[in-house]
T-cell receptor, first 113, second 112 residues
Framework: GAGVSQSPSNKVTEKGKDVELRCDPI?????LYWYRQSLGQGLEFLIY????????KSGLPSDRFSAERTGGSVSTLTIQRTQQEDSAVYLC???????????FGPGTRLTVL | QKEVEQNSGPLSVPEGAIASLNCTYS??????FFWYRQYSGKSPELIMS????GDKEDGRFTAQLNKASQYVSLLIRDSQPSDSATYLC????????????FGSGTRLLVRP
């Protein structure tokens, strides 16, 4: 079956603009995660959605970051008033159960000029 | 602060050799352990998961877990040049079954 998909694959924006990143998880997966990977760094947890439960937003670095998941499937990560330090690869993952193995999408490379 | 430590490498091994990748973690409550492979410019790909002490084998890969020593390793037998990548160790936070902490990865180079 299809894996996790993300769009766009690349996004170049100017400082101060808003961006939206999209993730479509594996069909049937109830859990969805967003991570950020800066150049040469490990993965940083951002946010977690599980079914209809309230999301765990504890990893969001500032109030400029928000995410939603509509209908328990597709998720959008929004970054408002982008800053240069927001430049990174944003990765989405999904899993079939709360403690399940996480499968990653191809990522969105965000560059803030 | 909860941490996952990996030697950044590069670890260089000849083709056909066994590559041994190591990871230590700080959170004694962690119960789920994962190894991911990440090629340059690509996203992480799950290789192995392990939840119990001991060894778990899958093809050329063996994951080893020792919770008492807070140590998890990945052995790659008969290493191939195509195994050259960065290997990420991930461990769940003890008080969160789903939140993973990733190490910075070990870069593996397999010489033909």
């Amino acid at each position: 079956g299809a894996g996790v998909s993300q769009s766009p694959s690349n996004k170049v924006t100017e400082k101060g603009k808003d961006v939206e990143l999209r993730c479509d998880p594996i069909s049937g997966h109830t859990a969805l995660y967003w991570y950020r990977q800066s150049l040469g760094q490990g993965l940083e947890f951002l946010i977690y959605f599980q079914g209809n439960s309230a999301p765990d937003k504890s990893g969001l670095p500032s109030d400029r970051f928000s995410a939603e998941r509509t209908g328990g499937s597709v998720s959008t990560l929004t970054i408002q008033r982008t800053q240069q330090e927001d430049s990174a690869v944003y990765l989405c993952a999904s899993s079939s159960e709360r403690e399940g193995e996480q499968f990653f999408g191809p990522g969105t490379r965000l560059t803030v000029l | 602060q909860k941490e996952v430590e990996q030697n950044s490498g590069p670890l260089s091994v000849p083709e056909g050799a066994i590559a041994s990748l190591n990871c230590t973690y700080s959170d004694r409550g962690s119960q789920s352990f994962f190894w991911y492979r990440q090629y340059s410019g690509k996203s992480p790909e799950l290789i192995m998961s392990i939840y119990s002490n001991g060894d778990k084998e899958d093809g050329r890969f063996t994951a080893q877990l020792n919770k008492a020593s807070q140590y998890v390793s990945l052995l790659i037998r008969d290493s191939q040049p195509s195994d050259s990548a960065t290997y990420l160790c991930a461990v769940n936070e003890g008080d969160s079954s789903y939140k993973l902490i990733f190490g910075s990865g070990t870069r593996l180079l397999v010489r033909p």
